[in-house]
């Protein structure tokens, strides 16, 4: 798929629009270019419809506005796009249930910086 059918499936204008500055996707943390990397090459090798992963993004921002408390602002629109893209993944099964939260759980359980260089070494 090319960056027009990108533009074709993706709501650029309207409430589902992804964070921009000066027309391009803005992401604040490295994260947050990946999960849409990856949801936009699942996508378009076929793994889903692109309904069925906005009908969840809608959902996640839903329930996301419902939850936020009046003083603590807007959701984060990337942890969002996150939920939907964990509720698709869970749905259509592919990994494991409790796969994504026993990968995390080992990954908390590390030490700080293990995997990382101490500056000097």
Same mark, same amino acid.
């Given at each position: 798929m090319t960056s027009d059918g990108r533009a074709q499936v993706l709501d650029w204008d309207g409430? %589902?629009?992804?964070?921009?500055?000066? *027309?391009?996707?803005v992401f604040e943390a490295l994260w947050e270019s990946r999960v849409?990397?990856?949801?936009?090459?699942?996508?378009?090798? *076929?793994?889903?419809?692109? $309904?069925?992963?906005? $009908?969840?993004?809608i959902a996640t921002i839903a329930a996301a506005e419902r939850a936020a408390h009046p003083h603590a602002g807007a959701y984060r629109y990337w942890e969002c796009w996150l939920g939907a893209f964990e509720a698709l993944a869970a749905d259509k099964a592919w990994c494991a249930p409790g796969a994504v939260d026993a990968r995390l759980a080992e %990954?908390?359980?590390?030490p700080a910086g293990h995997d990382h260089r101490t500056p000097g070494t």
């Amino acid at each position: 798929m090319t960056s027009d059918g990108r533009a074709q499936v993706l709501d650029w204008d309207g409430p %589902l629009s992804p964070p921009r500055r000066n *027309g391009e996707l803005v992401f604040e943390a490295l994260w947050e270019s990946r999960v849409f990397g990856m949801t936009m090459t699942l996508y378009e090798r *076929g793994a889903f419809a692109w $309904d069925e992963f906005r $009908d969840r993004l809608i959902a996640t921002i839903a329930a996301a506005e419902r939850a936020a408390h009046p003083h603590a602002g807007a959701y984060r629109y990337w942890e969002c796009w996150l939920g939907a893209f964990e509720a698709l993944a869970a749905d259509k099964a592919w990994c494991a249930p409790g796969a994504v939260d026993a990968r995390l759980a080992e %990954l908390a359980a590390r030490p700080a910086g293990h995997d990382h260089r101490t500056p000097g070494t």
